[in-house]
Nanobody, 121 residues
Framework: QVQLVESGGGLVQAGGSLRLSCVVSGRTFRMGWFRQAPGKEREFVAAIRWSAFGTSYADSVSGRFTISRDSGKNTLYLQMNSLKPEDTAIYYC?????????????????WGQGTQVTVSS
């Protein structure tokens, strides 16, 4: 059983930064961040294996966002820099508890409730 609670969203001007947090209870294999903008499908943002090196990013955020985790605090982070209006979305923390080399969205079997990020121009 896994519980995920996101926080850290808010309103920020373009070019600014935010750090999202996701407190994780339970054991996970891979953690990820997804986002969903109004009227659009949910999309992948970044992922990391919980206890081993291995990160991946969507092309749209590569170089600007960094995913990390603090095992001692059972917390996943998404550091978002150089934010753009198109980054505006609800951001979701997700967890995969199965073991796969690669993961698609459907492999993430636990989801948080989301935190709103709004970037103004």
């Amino acid at each position: 059983q896994v519980q995920l609670v996101e926080s850290g969203g808010g309103l920020v001007q373009a070019g600014g930064s935010l750090r999202l947090s996701c407190v994780v209870s339970g054991r996970t294999f891979r953690m990820g961040w997804f986002r969903q903008a109004p009227g659009k499908e949910r999309e992948f943002v970044a992922a990391i294996r919980w206890s081993a090196f291995g990160t991946s990013y969507a092309d749209s955020v590569s170089g600007r966002f960094t995913i990390s985790r603090d095992s001692g605090k059972n917390t996943l982070y998404l550091q978002m820099n150089s934010l753009k209006p198109e980054d505006t979305a609800i951001y979701y923390c997700a967890a995969q508890t199965t073991y796969t080399v690669y993961a698609r969205e459907s492999d993430y079997n636990y989801w948080g409730q989301g935190t709103q990020v709004t970037v103004s121009s």
